[in-house]
């Protein structure tokens, strides 16, 4: 067999690199032989490493021999760390050496860079937080549950629309699962209308967190959920109980059911209460509207009541419910909107609510 060598600056040039900017240990560089008239290259994968400042590139390469359709070929694995210095490294030819590189991130947080607020780093205190805090409101549901149960068929008879006594025992459920893992700051109660004046609430959605912190209110107002989660042992059923108003979100037959039930529910002195953005926020930002809720308070002719939630994100990010990490929650009440135009209170309403965002 004969091995013929070609020099690694032929290489070098042959992928775009410049001798003259370009420095490494010589057993690092590429090898190339031909062999039987078939021309085979070991090139190892450069690895580009995106550092604030740094002058040096950790790396080393192990050659192991391959046989592939009787040609043999190498490749390179990395094998241990070995420091080597550069300097005004370019790579040129990207598309054609997309495949050596490799990126690695020092991000030490995840979500979006531009994001209101960066979603926290998965530690093992914020995961046994949230396995307690599963825990602990799973126990308290088991036995506040049967106690409406209980009271259901009176709650039927005395206050079938309000069900303020169901309501009474969410919010105890609800303030004895968040007070153990986190604060929360009240600002604007008294912008709260009285509890037998119906109203139409809208604030923003970040986490699973928000529904436990709205329940803390104290108000006997009818929520909106998927007809899945209506299936989850306790926590469904207690939704039933409550009356939560159920929607399936692709079918508009049932969103048109779901806007009327809530124009009965308030002609006849209940509150409802929606989050316009319809889903979670993936990045803290404030989503767009949708003009159902202000639809529902124009015809009604009932005050919408915007309420910024801030916090609740960050302890609990969308999409993460297995964690929770430390920190506070702050609800700010602001004053109600009146009015018959729909857009101009869903602006209004919107406008509200971010600008108290902005501010915090």
């Not at 240990?25 to 090139?43: D, E, H, I, N, V």
Request: glycine content about 6%.
């Amino acid at each position: 067999m004969e091995l013929v060598s070609h020099p690694s600056s032929t290489i070098l040039h042959r992928f775009g690199y410049k001798a003259s900017t370009f420095s490494t240990a010589s057993s690092l560089l590429p090898q190339s032989c031909t062999y039987r008239g078939l021309y085979s290259c070991c090139f190892p994968h450069n690895q580009a490493v995106l550092r604030n400042s740094t002058n040096s590139a950790q790396s080393r390469y192990l050659c192991v021999p391959r046989k592939v359709d009787s040609v043999a070929r190498h490749y390179f694995k990395p094998k241990e760390d070995l420091n080597r210095s550069y300097s005004n490294n370019k790579v040129c030819n990207q598309n054609r050496l997309s495949r050596y590189i490799v990126v690695r991130s020092e991000l030490a947080e995840t979500g979006y860079p531009d994001a209101s607020y960066p979603l926290s780093e998965n530690k093992l205190g914020s995961k046994v937080r949230g396995i307690c805090f599963i825990a602990v409101t799973a126990f308290i549901a088991i036995f506040l549950f049967m106690a409406m149960l209980v009271a259901h068929p009176f709650v039927l008879l005395f206050d079938q629309y309000r069900r303020k006594a169901h309501y009474f025992i969410a919010k105890t459920w609800a303030t004895l699962t968040v007070t153990p893992f986190f604060k929360i700051k009240y600002e604007g109660l008294e912008n709260l209308p009285p509890p037998d004046v119906p109203a139409v609430y809208v604030s923003n959605h970040q986490s699973f967190l928000d529904i436990y912190t709205l329940l803390t209110l104290g108000r006997s107002f009818k929520f909106i959920s998927k007809t899945s989660i209506f299936l989850y042992p306790i926590i469904g059923w207690a939704m039933f109980l409550l009356g939560v108003i159920p929607l399936k979100r692709m079918d508009s037959r049932s969103q048109l059911e779901c806007l009327k039930r809530c124009m009965d529910l308030t002609k006849k002195g209940s509150s409802v209460f929606f989050f316009p953005e319809g889903t979670r926020s993936k990045d803290g930002k404030l989503g767009t509207f949708k003009k159902g809720a202000f639809s529902v308070a124009a015809k009604t002719k009932v005050p919408v009541v915007p309420i910024t939630l801030n916090g609740t994100g960050k302890i609990m990010p969308s999409g993460m419910e297995g964690i929770l990490n430390l920190g506070s929650v702050k609800v700010v009440i602001h004053k109600p909107i009146e009015g018959s135009d729909p857009e101009v209170l869903c602006n209004e309403a919107r406008n509200t609510i971010a600008d108290e965002l902005n501010r915090q």
